[in-house]
């Protein structure tokens, strides 16, 4: 398995939570990189999602055109299990279809945004979630938290929470709500009437095409953790930007 320098990006602290973005040469991700990129996140999800029974994991459909994920989440549904649920994005108002001024501002051939952000749920039995992973990941499509109680209890609490300032009804309609992040999310002005839907979640991992990598939002801090398995060394980012650090990662030297 080769090695790969990624990029990791770390972004100030915001009401408590840790934020990094792991970026690879380019994005999506080169083909070459994979493997490595499959193994540096198994490390990361051992450490900060550790126990399946408090986890929630999905893929973006949106993103699952990418690499013929679309064909394997049908191919393997019966053992996925997915169940359609709504990501909502915690830092923009209340999510819509799209609108006339949506479809007149459209420039051809640029693609527009998703009328709903669906995430296929996973759910299965055998909870090896990171069998998924190394099935789909590298793709742009993971998302996946751990939570402080029972997954199906969280999605319970939760719906009504968001129907509360959801207007659209097709959108409020759906069962399950999953917060969407970036690493911006957390330093915006809407954020804090969202916030309370993080209120029992623990870490946050998502392939992020908004930050070009692997978003990590947690608890404590990342910084640590990746320098368990991987020298990092400091670059120079220009002023105000995140610290940045070069993290040549070698999955056959994994400290």
Do not use: C
Request: glycine share 8%; no cysteine.
């Amino acid at each position: 398995m080769s090695a790969a320098v990624f990029q990791l990006l770390l972004f100030p602290e915001a009401g408590g939570w840790h934020r990094a973005v792991i970026r690879a040469r380019h994005w999506p991700l080169p083909d070459q990189d994979r493997p490595a990129w499959l193994a540096m996140y198994e490390h990361l999800h051992r450490v900060l999602l550790p126990d399946p029974r408090h986890l929630i994991a999905g893929l973006q459909l949106w993103r699952l055109h990418i690499g013929g994920g679309a064909a394997l989440l049908s191919r393997n549904a019966r053992q996925w299990q997915p169940e359609i649920g709504v990501g909502v994005w915690l830092d923009q108002p209340p999510p819509t279809l799209w609108t006339v001024e949506e479809f007149l501002k459209a420039v051809p051939g640029a693609g527009m945004r998703p009328p709903i952000y669906e995430v296929a749920l996973l759910a299965p039995e055998n909870r090896d979630f990171l069998a998924i992973w190394r099935a789909t990941g590298g793709r742009g499509a993971w998302l996946a938290f751990s939570v402080a109680n029972e997954p199906s209890a969280f999605l319970h609490t939760e719906a009504p929470l968001y129907r509360s300032w959801i207007e659209e009804p097709s959108i409020a309609a759906f069962d399950h709500f999953v917060p969407l992040l970036r690493a911006s999310s957390l330093s915006s002005e809407l954020f804090p009437a969202r916030q309370r839907h993080l209120a029992g979640v623990r870490n946050y991992l998502r392939e992020s095409d908004e930050d070009g990598g692997l978003l990590v939002i947690s608890e404590i801090p990342v910084q640590p953790i990746l320098e368990q398995i991987a020298p990092l060394e400091p670059s120079f980012p220009s002023a105000g930007a995140p610290a940045a650090f070069r993290f040549p990662f070698d999955p056959s030297g994994t400290r």
